[in-house]
């Protein structure tokens, strides 16, 4: 058995009910490594080209690391994969938490689902036991229910339970993965997948101790980093959590509002870190192995919007998708929106980008209240942002057409829409402003899976030499301003990048401030092999490779890494009003990165060249074929 992993993974057969368990070598798990190069690997291998992401010829993939489970700050993430039912393409979203880990610590690796099932079911673990259970009388219910009627059931309280939420029961293309009904796999739409299988949850308790080789130096690196943090980056999420990135990016001009129309927000204090802290917040809440503490957990007592800290607390992303970016400064109503949402199933991000996009085409006069049902959309309307919510979980009213997500619902209402969904591949784009972060515009459009802020370069962080530390293993030396398009910007984001990848294989949460030295070190103590800071990057950029080649089959093209037009129009006020950069500059950008990640630049298709570097052939002649 190797160490790291158990080296085996679960097949769930949903049409037959079937279990079979498939070994894993080593030479796999170290070339793939976990996460994103697992689900990367299996969409390719096992899934026909054009297949119908809501079909039964989807795979929904369950994919831990080599650190998940291991007691150590960061090793509580795990990885979901299927075909997007949002964009079309390669979808995985990462969520951390304990759920991973109970995972990782039942004996399992990768949890592989195929089929549908012809009636509701949920997956039962309890280390080698393995079990599909009816869940008729789960379907409906929101997550917190089930999570408590399974524990019931089975008798256990400690159960990690992974579900879809109503939202994905209904095939809500913005449907996520909820764990503990606190902790979203958030994006590309998984939830919907998961509904699509009739796959209601998964519950799962393990009591063993993932295999490592070296347990006393992991061990050695837990205190140390428990001792110590307070002394590194990751100390600011210990007193404001990601909240403090509402304050930031208002300073900095690109606080997300009214549908990215502006960059700074006339009421966010209302909806800042401090005000939370001040008013609603009651708890703190952690992941797996975890001292930092950085979740929030709030509490709201009024009758007409009650919080209940069961469902955790909003976010940034959250609070910006469902505030500032709606127009909203209403604290009670981003939390109570928090609370629908994770009750629901449903990606705050995607939710929030798509009610703010329908709430400028309702103020454009491309929707009116006979679409909306009589709904006032008008930017800042708090309970028409609630109310909208619950329609798109339940596909109602103008939530049905919402529910297929913006670019969906642009199409329908017509082409001027399309100038206001802001979106790339389908996926709508996270609270972070590429005006303010051109590297990080430039990542959101190569990204595999669409916008998505979390594998993505923040160009804030890489401008001073403290910032570029983690990067000069890789030779980026130097620090750039934020405003630069630069072929040396263009070089820092492929770097950058596929570090961050680097995170989604291991299991390591993206906010400790481990360096890739000290990285390199924990996966050789968990694994035993002889790693090194470029084995694992290289591990990074092949499974950020798989996924471009996966795209690529599905027929993606150089056309699908254009960045939103919204965001070659200047903001109107604030510290970077005026600026941007073109269109042209940014294809240019584009085209840089495709010759320095080896991609074609007719097709966007990684070539057979740079596939033969990164030991995957293979992939090669998929692509041929």
Known sequence: MPYGHWGKALRVNLTTGTFRVEPLDEVFLRRYMGGWGFVAYYLLK???????????????IYATGPVTGQPIAGGGRHVIGAKSPLTGGFGASEAGGFFGAELKRAGWDILLFEGASPEPVYLYIHDDRVELRPASHLWGLETAE???????????QRLR???????????????????????????????????????????VRGTQRPPTADPERLAEMARWFRDHYQETSTAIFSTLGTMRMVRIN?????????????GTFEHFEEISAERQLETITVDRDTCFGCPVRCKWVVEVNDPARPVHRRYGGPEYETTGALGSLCGIGDLQAVAYGNQLCNAYGL?????GVTIAFAMECFERGLL??????????HFGNAEAMLTLIRQIAHREGLGNLLAEGSRRAAQAIGPEALQYAVQVKGQ???????????GHGLGIGVSPTGADHMHNVHDSGYTTEGGIAMLKPFGVLEPLPFDDLSPAKVRMVRYALMWRLTHNITGICFFLAWTPQQTAEMIQAATGWNTSVMELWLAGERAYTMARAFNAREGFTPEDDLIHPRFTEPLPKGKVAGKTFTMEAYKAALRCFYGLMGWNPETGAPTRERLLDLDIPWVADLLEN
């Open 250 to 262: 208002q300073e900095a001009g690109g606080l997300p509002t009214r549908n990215f129309q502006e």
């Open 347 to 351: 990606d705050t991000i995607g939710t």
């Open 428 to 438: 709508e784009v996270a609270m972070h402003d590429p005006r303010v972060k051109y």
């Open 161 to 203: 339970i992974s579900q879809c939420g109503p939202a994905g029961e209904r095939l809500v293309r913005l449907a996520n993965v909820m764990h503990d009904a606190t902790r979203a796999a958030g994006r590309t739409g998984l939830g919907a997948v998961m509904g699509a299988k009739r796959l209601k949850a998964v519950a």
């Open 368 to 377: 009116t209240t006979r679409d909306t049902g009589g709904l006032d959309l």
């Open 46 to 60: 096992e899934l026909r080209p054009g297949i119908d992401p809501l079909g039964p010829e989807n795979l929904l």
């Open 146 to 156: 089930v999570e408590d009627r399974i524990r019931a059931e089975l008798g256990d």
